[in-house]
């Protein structure tokens, strides 16, 4: 089938579905074009909330599609690929968080919106690198678990030194293989390429690479960034899925990345064959127990009320 055709029948299936499209910027051009609404992860959640469908299908990895769910549990979810999954996501479970309680029994537990809902049920606040710095400033305990993403707590860590100086701020040692593999020898090897290209970063990123960036930000603050600096050339670190936006919201700039991949591979399975598939055929609805919806919701709930 032609690509003119199946986004067509993709569309014409939308409207009967009455279905709302939500995507990443991290897949494919493609899907991001025939989405309803395109964002990082805090804006897609907020997304799914307020939108009136009564099906919302997610072309994203498989927690994306809980997190909808969980703030929508009378909405059908579905995923376009069950088997995109976060490996972040994974390095972290309920297990491991009670673990920590047990040593700290005063803990809170701020957790990557990147987790499975298993993992949200044994927290107590959800974060995403768009809001996490407003969310832990907030936070009153003395001990202050950040988890899965070693890189991200490092980041916030460091931004609230003093708001977190008499807390004891603990660590989970995960990370997004894509922005841990970032090394300062690609990085500096790109400036010496483009010395008028100022480094945006985002906060996943290995921190032996902080002051090499210009700037250091979720996805949605890369574009803003790029978009509103004067300069009109940018290294861009974080992963390749962000080009497709970067180019139409300033098509007149030029977006360099290191000579590291720089690509989820989970996110690039999704594409339109299986996005249409998805819609036509009903499939990957989210289920989730009803324990683990209770639980795992209020944490999510927590995060859309303490970032406002």
């Known amino acids: 089938m032609e690509k003119k055709e199946l986004i067509r029948e993709i569309e014409r299936l939308k409207l009967e579905k009455d279905a709302l499209i939500l995507a990443h ?5 493609d899907l991001q074009e025939i989405a309803d609404f395109v964002g990082d992860s805090y804006a897609l959640a907020k997304k799914a909330v307020s ?21 929508n549990p009378d909405k059908e979810v579905f995923l376009v690929d069950k088997d995109a999954l976060c490996p972040m996501a994974e390095m972290i479970t309920g297990k491991d968080i009670e673990a ?33 710095l407003k969310i832990v400033k907030k936070i009153q305990a003395d001990n202050i678990l950040l988890c899965p993403d070693k890189n991200l707590g490092t980041y916030i860590k460091s931004q609230l030194e003093e708001d977190l100086k008499d807390k004891n701020v603990i660590i989970h040692d995960g990370y997004c293989h894509v922005h841990e593999d970032f090394t300062y020898e690609a990085i500096q090897e790109a ?16 921190p032996a690479c902080y002051d090499l960036a210009d700037y250091i930000g979720s996805t949605s603050g890369i574009l803003k960034e790029a978009r509103e600096r004067e300069e009109e050339e940018f290294i861009i670190c ?12 300033s098509p007149n700039k030029k977006f360099y990345f290191t000579d590291l991949e720089q690509l989820c591979h989970d996110m690039k399975k999704l594409n339109l064959e299986k996005l249409r598939d998805c819609l036509r055929d009903d499939l990957n609805e989210v289920f989730l127990d009803e324990d683990i919806m209770e639980k795992a919701s209020q944490p999510l709930k927590k995060m859309l009320e303490m970032a406002e």
Not at 238 to 249: A, N, S
Request: charged share 25%; hydrophobic share 30%; glycine share 4%.
């Open 25 to 29: 910027y991290y897949v494919d051009g």
């Open 100 to 132: 920590y309680r047990k040593k700290y029994p005063d803990l809170c537990v701020v957790t990557y919106i990147n987790s499975t809902a298993e993992t949200k049920a044994h927290s107590d606040v959800c974060i995403t690198s768009s809001n996490a």
């Open 191 to 206: 400036k010496e390429k483009h010395p008028n290209a100022p480094v945006l970063a985002h906060p996943e990123i290995n």
């Open 238 to 249: 974080t992963e390749k899925g962000i080009l497709h936006q970067l180019q139409k919201d």
């Open 51 to 71: 939108s009136q469908k009564k099906r919302i299908v997610f072309c994203g990895v498989k927690f994306m599609g809980e997190s909808a769910k969980l703030l």
